[in-house]
């Protein structure tokens, strides 16, 4: 049997690298970090991922945030700061550290010490968008004034106007249940989508909007959520559906890092908008890899993806 046999046949999981494999190696060593400690061997493997996606912006955002998610429980990135008192990364990865705790606990422990060291990075590399993607993320989290948020929004895209997780970060900010309303997210949406390239790493902000948009009528339940479905069925849904039909799927098509991240996101909109037979080209082009939102908002990720997957593939 070979080895592709034998990895689809381990079934769907849940890879947060998506398709980056040294990442995942990289991944798996740090959530090791909390049992054996840390030593130099484990900051030079992280510190020579990072700068091998040189100024991949997209990539190496991919990376942060990976393992970030992996460190959190850990002292890793403290030790890396002690350690490596000089480079910008060891700071914007403990300020990436630190937000993803807030998010965890639901509140920043020191704010304004995490601001300190993305500013203290965005000084010392004026080029990169990564200080100030943390910045954002960590002023939405604490709900921030709009001119705040739109202050380091402009920085960023100042950088790199198709940041992913910056887009997302907006977009989430502009929502009704934050500091927003549905207008304000589809207005960000339609301004993304005036002049953004066909393969940029911000193409599933649209389907991520109305993803969003379906589970939050679904959650109130009653009539309304009964008929949420037919959200599915309105011009703007359709056309983003079809227009990511026809591309997304295609082998080389999308080439940002997260790109089987928003192949699961068609998949799922897809099924939620009965068209599951449509999906299978996209159950294909995602393989085994699995993303825990979207499939997360029906139940266990893998189970629904599995189920889902099976059918569109049948």
Known sequence: MSIFRRLRASGPRLRPELDDVQLGRVRRQLQSTGRLGVDDVQIDQVERLLQEAGADWDRRGHRFAVLAEAAAPSAFA????????????????????????????????????AADQCYRAADAE??????????????????????????????????????????????????????????GQLDFVDSLRASMPPAAPVVGVELTALVDEYAR????????????????????????????????????????????ADLNLLAYALVQAGRVREAGETFQAIGDTVTAWPWSLDGDPLQRFAYWQAKGLA
């Open 78 to 113: 403290r030790s890396w700061r002690r350690r490596r008192q000089r480079s910008t990364d060891a700071l914007v990865f403990d300020a990436w550290v630190e937000l993803v705790r807030g998010r965890q606990a639901g509140r920043m422990e020191d704010a304004r010490a």
């Open 217 to 260: 009528t679904t959650a109130k339940g009653g009539v309304e959520g009964l008929m949420a479905r037919r959200q599915w069925t309105h011009v703007r849904a359709t056309g983003a559906l079809d227009a990511a039909l026809n591309v997304w799927p295609r082998q080389g098509r999308l080439r940002h890092a997260a790109a089987l």
């Open 126 to 183: 004026p080029a990169d968008p990564g200080p100030w993607v943390v910045l954002l993320a960590m002023l939405r989290l604490i709900r921030a004034e709009s001119r705040e948020v739109f202050a380091v929004w402009s920085e960023v895209a100042a950088r790199d106007p198709w940041n992913r997780e910056a887009c997302l970060q907006m977009l989430r900010y502009l929502s009704p249940e934050e500091c927003g309303s549905r207008s």
